[in-house]
């Protein structure tokens, strides 16, 4: 099995908000629960892309081995 990463969503004045409990700065809001649901998906997308190039930027010019890793959950 694959890493699992837990959405959480809550029902504001407002309409929705959503974060991931893993994954820091993935959050968002919208008016309903599936356009947050949507968003959250997006800001997924946009949390690991940020993380990995400001990792490739501080690691320039330095011999790295990089990995790909699939994390195992009971």
């Known amino acids: 099995m694959q890493l699992k990463l837990t959405?959480?969503?809550q029902k504001v004045p407002?309409?929705?908000i959503g974060?991931?409990?893993e994954l820091p700065g993935?959050?968002?809001q919208g008016d309903t629960?599936?356009?947050a649901r949507s968003y959250?998906?997006?800001a997924i997308e946009l949390v690991?892309?940020?993380n990995r190039e400001l990792a490739e930027e501080q690691l320039q010019?330095?011999?790295v081995i990089r990995e790909a890793v699939i994390f195992s959950v009971a």
């Open 14 to 16: 407002q309409g929705y």
């Open 26 to 28: 993935a959050n968002t």
């Open 48 to 50: 690991l892309e940020a």
């Open 61 to 63: 010019g330095q011999e």
């Open 19 to 21: 974060f991931v409990e």
């Open 33 to 35: 629960l599936e356009e």
């Open 40 to 42: 959250l998906e997006e």
């Open 7 to 9: 959405k959480v969503f």
